[in-house]
């Protein structure tokens, strides 16, 4: 499948998260997570506020609608109504230059 370029690196705030249409990216250094911006217990986007995603301690992905919690690293919800699901993570490269780039399907 071809990729396809998400953003580069520094549009996201190393610890800080931002929004791509139906996707969502969490920057960790050189590391960045990318999930669909949907909460697995009614389908509706994670946040309110743009780019609002994480907790105020940058430590859970947060529901705005349900204040359901999920840990960063997986999307695995360990509080609220969807407890046990998981957000759907998208696979997400980060090359030499910095461009972060996401399957051509992922969440479009």
Same mark, same amino acid.
């Given at each position: 499948?071809?990729? !396809?370029?998400?953003?580069? @690196?520094?549009? /996201?705030?190393? +610890?800080?998260?931002? +929004? ?5 990216? /969490? !920057?960790? +250094?050189?590391?960045? @997570? ?11 986007? @994670?946040?309110?506020?743009?780019? !609002?995603f994480l907790?105020?301690? *940058?430590? @859970?992905?947060?529901c705005a ?5 999920? !840990?960063?690293?997986? *999307?695995?919800?360990?509080? +609220? $109504?969807?407890? *046990? ?12 230059? *910095?461009?972060?780039?996401? $399957? ?5």
């Amino acid at each position: 499948m071809t990729p !396809r370029a998400l953003c580069r @690196l520094e549009d /996201i705030p190393d +610890g800080q998260a931002k +929004g791509f249409g139906a996707l969502f990216a /969490i !920057r960790r +250094g050189r590391e960045v @997570l990318v999930y669909v911006n949907s909460c697995p217990h009614i389908g509706v986007a @994670l946040n309110v506020i743009s780019d !609002r995603f994480l907790n105020h301690q *940058g430590t @859970l992905i947060v529901c705005a609608v349900h204040n359901a919690w999920f !840990r960063i690293e997986d *999307g695995f919800c360990t509080h +609220g $109504p969807c407890i *046990g699901d998981s957000l759907e993570a998208v696979a997400a490269e980060v090359d030499a230059e *910095g461009t972060v780039w996401v $399957p051509e399907d992922a969440g479009w």
